[in-house]
């Protein structure tokens, strides 16, 4: 598991992340938004520690208008997670959030292999232009 620098936040933050909808689905949600406090989230999942027990994921505030850019497939998901503000989730398997820390340098601190390949987009069959 990769190290999650920044700010340490209290996990009740996130208590029991709930799936809204599930954007995009490979053996487990991958791309879900969520929601809890009267908040609204966009989650990736980065990586899962099966040994551990434990997966990260990334989140970041998202709104309507936001999921409906990336449903349509007119932003890549890493664009949409390339906000002011990102978050390490570790979730426990058994739905208990671990901790939650608040990326000091947002998804520059994520290494490339555990975020999205920059321009890939939710929607394969699309025609840019």
Known sequence: MWSALGSIEDPARFDQLEIDEVLFEQDSPKLFTAHTHGCSYLVYE???DRAEQVTRYLA???NDALVSKLVEGDIPVLDALSQDTVWAIDQRFDGRIASTVTLSQGMHSVPVNCKPEPG??????????
Do not use: G, N, P, T
């Not at 890939?120 to 232009?129: E, F, G, Q």
């Open 120 to 129: 890939v987009r939710l929607r394969a069959d699309h025609h840019y232009s």
């Open 60 to 62: 970041v505030c998202s």
């Open 46 to 48: 980065s990586v899962s």
